[in-house]
C-alpha cells in the first residue's frame, strides 16, 4: 500500500486513522504557527488565540488517546511516554510565559520562536517513538477508534477564524484555555465511551 503524507487541510486524508489525522494537525499547528509570525496586531492576537486553542486540544487528545495506547501496547512505552509528558509540561511552561504578553511586544516573537521550536521538536518526536509504532501495533478497527476521540477533540478548535465567534473571544487570556482542555477532556472520553 502506498503511504499517502496528510498535508494541512487535506480533505481528502479519510477520519479513519488516528496517525493520519494526528499528522495532520501537527501540519495545522506549523501552518498557525506561520500565520501568527506573519500577521501584525488584531490579526496576530487572533491568530495566536487559534494557535493556542488548537495546541490545548492537540495535546489533550493526544493526553487521553496517544500516550495511553502506546503505555499499554508498544514495547518500552512507559519510558516514551514520559519523555514525551515533559516535553509537553515545558511546552506548556513557555506557552504560559507567552500568553503574558501582548502579541505587538517586542519580545513575543522570540518567545514564540521558543515555543515553536519546543513543539517541533516534541511533534518529530511523536512521529518517530509513537506513531510509527501505534501504525505496526493497532489494527484498522483500533486506528478507528483511536481516530474517534481524536476527532471529537478536533471540533473543539476550529483551525480557520469564524467571523464574529473568534473575535469575541480574541482578548481571553489562558484561563479558558484550561476549561477548554476539561471540556476537551470529556468530548473524547464520551467519544470513547468512558466516563
Ligand atoms: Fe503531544
Ligand atoms: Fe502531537
Redesign the pocket.
Known sequence: MELHTPQAGDDAVPDVDVVDLLMRQHGDIRNLFDEVEAAEGDARQEAFRRLVRLLAV??TA?EEVVHPFVRRSVAGGEDVVED?LAE?RSAKETLSALDGLDTDDPKFLPQLLALRTAVQE??RA?ERYEFIHIRRSADAGALASLAKGVKAAEAMAPTRPHPGVESAGANVALGPVAALMDRTRDAVRAAMGRD
Do not use: C, G
Request: aromatic share 0%.
Open positions: 492537540h495535546e493526544e514525551r509537553e516534541h511533534a511523536e
